[in-house]
C-alpha cells in the first residue's frame, strides 16, 4: 500500500497544523492534500480505499519523506478503529504527537467547536455535555493503542509549548527523529489554524465572508461601524473560564493519566514540560 513514512496524529488544538506546515514547506517533504485526511479514523473516508489513500501520495517523489496530519486519529472513543486498520495495512510510518497543556487543549477545543455552531452552551455546561472535550486531552489514554500496536519508540512526543518556546530546536528533533538534518523552521509561514478572533461561523459563512469579492462589497456598501456590530454579535466576548472548582476536579483527572503517559514513555527524557502559553 503506497502510504506515509510520518503522521503527525494529533492531538486536536496543539499546533499539528502549524507542524504540519513547516514540514510541507521543507524541500523533499511531500505533505498531503487534504492535510488532514482522516482516512484510518472515519468510516466514511475509509470506505473510499486502498486505492484513493495511497493516492493521495501519487504526487510525491521517490525519495520524498510522505506526510500526513489527522488529529482524528487520537481521538477515542469516537474514532475506535483508527490504530487497528494501519496496523492491518502493514505500514510503520513513525508518528508524531503534540499535546499541550490539557486544560488549555480542553478550552480551546471548545472554542473551536463554539465557532462552528456544534457546542453553544457554556463551557461547564459543555464538560457535562460534551465528553470528548476531556477524553481528547486524556493524552495517556489516546496513547494507549498506539504504544501498543507500534511501541514507544516509533512516537515522537512533543508539546505545543516547547514548540512556541524554542521551534527551531523542535523542528531539529523532527529531522533527527524522521532522518532528515536539513530542515529549517520557517518563520514566515506564522502560526495555523489559531482561532485568537473567536468568530461564529454559519451555512456559507466563506462564501459569504471569508470570499475576496464578498470582502470587497462590504467593505464598499457596509458602513464599517456596522460590520463591527454585527461582527461583535457573531464573536465571543471574552475567553471562557473554569470555575475553580472544576479546574480542580479536571486537574485531578488529568494528573492520573500524565501518569499513565509518561509510563508509556519512561525512557524519553527529553521532554520538556513547559508551561502552557495558550493563545487560542
Known amino acids: 500500500m503506497n502510504g506515509p513514512d510520518v503522521i503527525i496524529i494529533g492531538a486536536m488544538k496543539s499546533a499539528t497544523s502549524t507542524l504540519a506546515a513547516q514540514l510541507g514547506a521543507q524541500s523533499g517533504v511531500f505533505l498531503t492534500n487534504p492535510k488532514e485526511p482522516n482516512y484510518f479514523s472515519d468510516d466514511d473516508i475509509y470506505a473510499k480505499g486502498a486505492a484513493w489513500y495511497g493516492g493521495l501520495f501519487a504526487q510525491a517523489h521517490a525519495d520524498d519523506i510522505r506526510v500526513e496530519a489527522s488529529t482524528h486519529y487520537t481521538k477515542l472513543p469516537t474514532y475506535p478503529a483508527t490504530v487497528a486498520r494501519l496496523k492491518a495495512t502493514g505500514l510503520t510510518p513513525k508518528l508524531i504527537y503534540i499535546t499541550r497543556d490539557p486544560v488549555a487543549r480542553l ?45 514507544a519508540d516509533a512516537i515522537l512526543r512533543l508539546t505545543m509549548e516547547e514548540m512556541m518556546e524554542d521551534p527551531h530546536s523542535v523542528l531539529a528533533r523532527v529531522g533527527d527523529f524522521i532522518g532528515r538534518k536539513d ?20 451555512p456559507m459563512h466563506g462564501l459569504l465572508f471569508d470570499n475576496p469579492v464578498a470582502q470587497t462589497l462590504r467593505r464598499t456598501l457596509v458602513p464599517k461601524a456596522l460590520r463591527d456590530r454585527l461582527k461583535a454579535k457573531r464573536q ?19 494528573a492520573a493519566d500524565a501518569k499513565v503517559l509518561n509510563d508509556h514513555f519512561a525512557q524519553d527524557s527529553g521532554l520538556n514540560p513547559a508551561k502552557s502559553k495558550d493563545t487560542a
Not at 486531552?137 to 489516546?142: A, W
Not at 530542515?183 to 454559519?202: C, H, P, Q, Y
Request: hydrophobic share 40%.
Open 236 to 254: 465571543m466576548p471574552v475567553r471562557p473560564e473554569l470555575s475553580a472548582s472544576a479546574r480542580a476536579a479536571l486537574e485531578t483527572v488529568f
Open 107 to 151: 478550552i480551546s477545543h471548545y472554542i473551536h467547536e463554539w465557532t462552528q455552531g456544534v457546542m453553544t452552551c457554556s463551557l461547564e455546561e459543555a464538560l457535562e455535555r460534551h465528553p470528548e472535550l476531556v477524553d481528547y486531552s486524556l493524552y495517556g489514554k489516546q496513547m494507549t493503542p498506539w504504544v501498543a500496536a507500534f511501541g
Open 183 to 202: 530542515l529549517a523552521w520557517r518563520d514566515d509561514l506564522g502560526r495555523m489554524n489559531v482561532s485568537s478572533e473567536r468568530i461564529k461561523r454559519f
